[in-house]
């Protein structure tokens, strides 16, 4: 029976935040519709006082196993915390503490109160220990609002998570545009989705004269990769979206490759280009150029930091947009060309490096042909391959 667990919101309750159920009805045929639910009268999971920071309890994640059915849900104490809850029946919830927690001195960017705790298994290391992670989003004053991951293990007998290392990492190196995560095993496959909000991040003018407020970012597969490091990908399922082939080319020097991109245009475009260092120290590619690059944005690597980068300055003319300066964050190749594989969709860009990162940002170009594309490095960079294709819509 499919149900759903959800934050129920009640400002006329003390708190106003509860977990509660929803059953999926039924077709005349007995399969579940997925369309209509019925909520169970009562909520499930009522916060009482030290039970995390009152007023803030939310998000469920909730997963079973042999044993029974296990709930984390976002909260603070002394810091952004995940609440452990456990049942056998999916209705009874037994409140076990705290699953994991901040330690908001030394890592004060990871704020008063997290959302969306997500926890995932990702198999066993290559000594046979076996790992899970753990993804949350810290709101609140002073919180870095981005999706933030251990890698450690779970210690069932306390429902508690030990991370493998103190500090927290990050999928992805924009800034802000990488949020509110979501995860699943893929019944089908096995692989671990990921599925976040990328915000907009504009003025609430613009959105307000646009209609709309930001999207849903692609779903990812994460895992667990040899070298203990989390591996990130596009789920490969978005290849179906490819339509023309636009270019495709190897071994070929930044000015010649360039020449070749002089006849593609657009905002809806997938891009996998490999790029070998040779002399250049910063090198990548500019989308959503115009042709006397008035406006462009640049995602290119620092070879000498190891970091991943999105310049944004000449993003837009337009002074009402936020789109603007430099984010980005450490990616070490440890000696590999750079490999990015970029999803351009409208205001979207998508850049996933080597596996390792991702760098998703969101961009307004005031002229409408800010459609272009250009390879850039600081000097003799070499590409030793290029392919681009349309994207297709998904409807």
Same mark, same amino acid.
Not at 20 to 34: C, E, F, I, K
């Given at each position: 029976?499919?149900?759903?667990?959800?934050?129920?919101?009640?400002?006329?309750?003390?708190?106003?935040? *509860?977990?509660?159920?929803?059953?999926?009805?039924?077709?005349?045929?007995?399969?579940?519709?997925?369309?209509?639910?019925? !909520?169970?009268?009562?909520?499930?999971?009522?916060?009482?006082?030290?039970?995390?920071?009152?007023?803030?309890?939310?998000?469920?994640?909730?997963?079973?196993?042999?044993?029974?059915?296990?709930?984390?849900?976002? *909260?603070?104490?002394?810091?952004?915390?995940?609440?452990?809850?456990? *049942? #056998?029946?999916?209705?009874?919830?037994?409140?076990?503490?705290?699953?994991?927690?901040?330690?908001?001195? !030394?890592?004060?960017?990871?704020?008063?109160?997290?959302?969306?705790? &997500?926890?995932?298994? $990702?198999?066993?290391?290559?000594?046979?220990?076996?790992?899970?992670?753990? $993804?949350?989003?810290?709101?609140? !004053?002073?919180?870095?609002?981005?999706?933030?991951?251990?890698?450690?293990?779970?210690?069932?007998?306390?429902?508690?998570?030990?991370?493998? #290392?103190?500090?927290?990492?990050?999928?992805?190196?924009?800034?802000?545009?990488?949020?509110?995560?979501?995860?699943? &095993?893929?019944?089908?496959?096995?692989?671990?989705?990921?599925?976040?909000?990328?915000?907009?991040?504009?003025?609430?003018?613009?959105?307000? !004269?646009?209609?709309?407020?930001?999207?849903?970012?692609?779903?990812?597969? &994460?895992?667990?990769?040899?070298?203990?490091?989390?591996?990130?990908?596009?789920?490969?399922?978005?290849?179906?979206?490819?339509?023309?082939?636009?270019?495709? $080319?190897?071994?070929?020097?930044?000015?010649?490759?360039?020449?070749?991109?002089?006849? &593609?245009?657009?905002?809806?475009?997938?891009?996998?280009?490999?790029?070998?260092?040779? *002399?250049?120290?910063?090198?990548?590619?500019?989308?959503?150029?115009?042709?006397?690059?008035?406006?462009?944005?640049?995602?290119?690597?620092?070879?000498? #930091?190891?970091?991943?980068?999105?310049?944004?300055?000449?993003?837009?003319?337009?002074?009402?947009?936020?789109?603007?300066?430099?984010?980005?964050?450490?990616?070490?190749?440890?000696?590999?060309?750079?490999?990015?594989?970029?999803?351009?969709?409208?205001?979207?860009?998508?850049?996933?490096?080597?596996?390792?990162?991702? $760098?998703?940002?969101?961009?307004?170009?005031?002229?409408?042909?800010?459609?272009?594309?250009?390879?850039?490095?600081?000097?003799?960079?070499?590409?030793?391959?290029?392919?681009?294709?349309?994207?297709?819509?998904?409807?």
């Amino acid at each position: 029976l499919p149900v759903l667990f959800f934050t129920a919101g009640n400002d006329s309750a003390s708190p106003n935040q *509860s977990v509660a159920l929803a059953r999926s009805t039924y077709t005349l045929d007995g399969n579940p519709d997925l369309v209509h639910w019925v !909520k169970h009268p009562e909520p499930l999971i009522v916060q009482k006082k030290g039970m995390g920071a009152f007023g803030d309890f939310r998000d469920p994640f909730v997963w079973k196993d042999d044993d029974g059915w296990y709930a984390l849900v976002g *909260s603070g104490i002394e810091g952004g915390a995940a609440l452990a809850f456990a *049942s #056998q029946d999916m209705l009874n919830w037994t409140y076990k503490g705290p699953f994991f927690k901040a330690d908001i001195q !030394k890592f004060p960017y990871l704020g008063p109160i997290w959302e969306l705790p &997500v926890l995932l298994p $990702l198999g066993s290391d290559k000594q046979g220990v076996n790992k899970h992670l753990l $993804l949350v989003s810290p709101v609140g !004053k002073g919180a870095d609002v981005e999706v933030f991951y251990w890698i450690g293990q779970l210690d069932k007998q306390n429902l508690s998570f030990i991370p493998d #290392q103190e500090e927290p990492q990050l999928i992805d190196v924009g800034d802000f545009h990488f949020t509110g995560p979501s995860g699943m &095993v893929d019944p089908k496959t096995g692989r671990n989705i990921v599925f976040t909000i990328a915000q907009g991040d504009r003025t609430s003018e613009m959105e307000y !004269k646009s209609g709309w407020a930001h999207n849903g970012g692609l779903p990812l597969s &994460v895992y667990l990769r040899d070298d203990g490091r989390l591996g990130i990908e596009p789920i490969q399922e978005l290849q179906s979206l490819r339509g023309a082939k636009r270019l495709s $080319l190897r071994d070929q020097s930044l000015a010649e490759t360039n020449v070749q991109l002089r006849d &593609v245009h657009g905002d809806m475009l997938e891009i996998q280009l490999e790029l070998e260092p040779g *002399s250049a120290k910063q090198f990548g590619i500019k989308v959503r150029c115009t042709p006397d690059g008035e406006e462009e944005t640049l995602l290119y690597y620092d070879w000498n #930091q190891a970091m991943l980068v999105v310049d944004r300055s000449k993003t837009t003319l337009y002074p009402g947009e936020k789109c603007r300066g430099v984010q980005g964050g450490k990616l070490e190749l440890l000696g590999e060309n750079l490999k990015l594989h970029i999803y351009l969709d409208r205001s979207m860009v998508e850049a996933y490096a080597n596996g390792l990162k991702s $760098l998703t940002t969101r961009v307004y170009p005031s002229r409408i042909d800010a459609l272009g594309l250009e390879i850039w490095g600081d000097g003799e960079a070499f590409v030793k391959s290029l392919d681009i294709w349309d994207m297709q819509s998904i409807w």
